[in-house]
């Protein structure tokens, strides 16, 4: 299957900054981006689906100003947590969809994010 | 999108055949079912879809009730490799491929 990868796969920053996380679609066009959350112990909740080169759409309840996404290509999605809480600690996970596979996801290994 | 309902665990052991029950009692008919499911610690990958008709795959086979508001995944042979939360998702054929809404799922242990 297509292969998705995430980077970094765990970072640590300090309360207040801002942290970038790159998901890329390695062989092939991803023309839709995803992006999930998922606290532990708990499901992935959708965060915002993104197309490439148009502003992402956003779940209900997900503040846009602080999760700003990216789709600037049609491999490459990023995500930046603006100014980083603790309560923003979680696994950040994407998917991809695209190109010639059109019945399933292909996901991302995930990106733990804990902010100290 | 239409629920789903699932237990929250299941035990299994190597190399025994295991059911995942997934209850989708308002199932549109437009309604795929999809189910994936997540290793510890990893992102989730894909299992198996279908619309009505049972489906199978080198993973699993996908068995979908005639009324379709249940369905079940099975493993024909567990292995440990296997031991994850599975997901059953519906997702309306008109919406968009890979815009997912995950339920809470079966965590599945598989005994040695």
């Known amino acids: 299957g297509a292969v998705v990868s995430q980077h970094p796969s765990r970072v640590i920053c300090k309360s207040g900054t801002s942290v970038k996380i790159e998901c890329r679609s390695l062989d092939f066009q991803a023309t839709t981006m995803f992006w999930y959350r998922q606290f532990p112990k708990q499901s992935l909740m959708l965060m915002a689906t993104s197309n490439e080169g148009s502003k992402a759409t956003y779940e209900q309840g997900v503040e846009k100003d602080k999760f700003l996404i990216n789709h600037a290509s049609l491999t490459l999605s990023t995500l930046t947590v603006t100014s980083a809480h603790p309560e923003d600690s979680s696994f950040y996970i994407c998917s991809a969809t695209g190109g010639w596979q059109n019945t399933e996801a292909f996901f991302g290994q995930g990106t733990r994010l804990t902010v100290v | 999108d239409a629920k789903t309902t699932q237990p929250n665990s299941m035990e299994s052991n190597e190399e025994e055949p295991v059911h995942l029950p997934c209850n989708h009692s308002t199932i549109s008919g437009t309604d795929y079912i999809h189910w994936y499911r997540q290793l510890p610690s990893q992102g989730p990958e894909y299992v198996i879809h279908?619309?009505?008709s049972n489906v199978n795959n080198r993973m699993a086979s996908l068995a979908i009730a005639e009324d379709r508001k249940s369905s079940t995944l099975i493993l024909h042979r567990a292995t440990l490799r296997d031991a994850a939360v599975y997901y059953c998702i519906l997702r309306d054929r008109g919406s968009t491929l890979g815009r997912l809404y995950f339920g809470r799922g079966t965590q599945l242990t598989v005994w040695p």
């Open positions: 279908g619309l009505t």
